[in-house]
């Protein structure tokens, strides 16, 4: 069977100089690692922009939970050692990466936590700088700071359709039951359409294990609330969905979820 030229692309496959310049938007220092390391780690020109990477006002005295079991103590500084250990992640990787001064919302109260809309401007300037040619954005699954970033990642793909937009599955979450399921649907409704994607990448299981690790204070929450160390020996595959308008004559299947 003949193959059709490339310039035409079949279901799923994408231009590869779609992958030119990638950025992932990671809410968390840990996030992209985790769900998108091995595409990190397969392309040369690639930046983390982590949105949730300031420090908040003040620290809660006793250490919330999370922090506490990953070895802080009041009067630490969290956010600090968290970027250096970023920094550590970025290196194995070999990609760039962006600090936006947003506050994780485990720091504040739910009226002083950043929304979308305060959100999507800062996230507008960052792309507009690094100018990607592929933005790959978590689903937003289950966590409220995932739910806020990839909302405000759709405020900014509203306005900047230069670049292809792709979707990442947010490592560990993504297990919950019915949560991917939730979103693929509420994308399929409301537009654009979430479809798997061919995301040529090389699987590099020993390399996204040592970027991973070097979150050190994040391990044992992550062992304890998503069994990190059964998804790393799991293999867990990185699955990429783009985010398009649908066919042409094809919206009325949304309709019909």
Request: proline share 12%; aromatic share 10%; hydrophobic share 45%.
């Given at each position: 069977?003949?193959?059709m030229p490339f310039a035409?692309?079949?279901?799923?496959?994408?231009?590869?100089?779609?992958?030119?310049?990638?950025?992932?938007?990671?809410?968390?220092?840990?996030?992209?690692?985790?769900?998108?390391?091995?595409?990190?780690?397969?392309?040369?020109?690639?930046?983390?922009?982590?949105?949730?990477?300031?420090?908040?006002?003040?620290?809660?005295?006793?250490?919330?939970?999370?922090?506490?079991?990953?070895?802080?103590?009041?009067?630490?500084?969290?956010?600090?050692?968290?970027?250096?250990?970023?920094?550590?992640?970025?290196?194995?990787?070999?990609?760039?990466?962006?600090?936006?001064?947003?506050?994780?919302?485990?720091?504040?109260?739910?009226?002083?936590?950043?929304?979308?809309?305060?959100?999507?401007?800062?996230?507008?300037?960052?792309?507009?700088?690094?100018?990607?040619?592929?933005?790959?954005?978590?689903?937003?699954?289950?966590?409220?700071?995932?739910?806020?970033?990839?909302?405000?990642?759709?405020?900014?793909?509203?306005?900047?359709?230069?670049?292809?937009?792709?979707?990442?599955?947010?490592?560990?979450?993504?297990?919950?039951?019915?949560?991917?399921?939730?979103?693929?649907?509420?994308?399929?409704?409301?537009?654009?359409?979430?479809?798997?994607?061919?995301?040529?990448?090389?699987?590099?299981?020993?390399?996204?294990?040592?970027?991973?690790?070097?979150?050190?204070?994040?391990?044992?929450?992550?062992?304890?609330?998503?069994a990190l160390t059964s998804?790393?020996?799991?293999?867990?595959?990185?699955?990429?969905?783009?985010?398009?308008?649908?066919?042409?004559?094809?919206?009325?299947?949304?309709?019909?979820?």
């Open positions: 069977m003949r193959r035409i692309p079949t279901w799923g496959e994408i231009d590869p100089a779609a992958f030119t310049r990638i950025v992932v938007l990671s809410p968390h220092f840990d996030d992209a690692a985790m769900g998108a390391g091995h595409l990190l780690a397969s392309y040369p020109d690639t930046t983390v922009v982590t949105v949730l990477a300031g420090p908040p006002p003040a620290y809660p005295d006793p250490p919330s939970d999370w922090d506490a079991l990953g070895g802080f103590k009041a009067g630490d500084d969290v956010v600090a050692a968290r970027r250096l250990e970023d920094v550590a992640a970025m290196e194995v990787l070999e990609s760039d990466y962006r600090w936006l001064e947003f506050a994780d919302h485990q720091y504040l109260a739910p009226p002083d936590r950043p929304t979308p809309a305060q959100v999507a401007p800062v996230l507008a300037a960052t792309l507009t700088e690094l100018n990607p040619t592929a933005v790959f954005v978590p689903m937003g699954l289950a966590n409220p700071d995932h739910v806020m970033v990839h909302e405000a990642a759709l405020l900014v793909r509203a306005e900047q359709m230069g670049p292809e937009w792709f979707c990442y599955e947010d490592h560990g979450y993504k297990h919950l039951p019915g949560m991917l399921a939730w979103r693929v649907a509420k994308l399929l409704r409301s537009q654009p359409w979430p479809t798997p994607a061919i995301v040529p990448h090389v699987p590099d299981e020993e390399r996204k294990r040592k970027a991973i690790f070097c979150y050190t204070s994040q391990i044992p929450p992550l062992e304890r609330d998503h998804r790393l020996e799991g293999r867990v595959p990185e699955q990429f969905w783009q985010l398009a308008a649908p066919p042409e004559g094809w919206e009325g299947l949304a309709d019909l979820v």
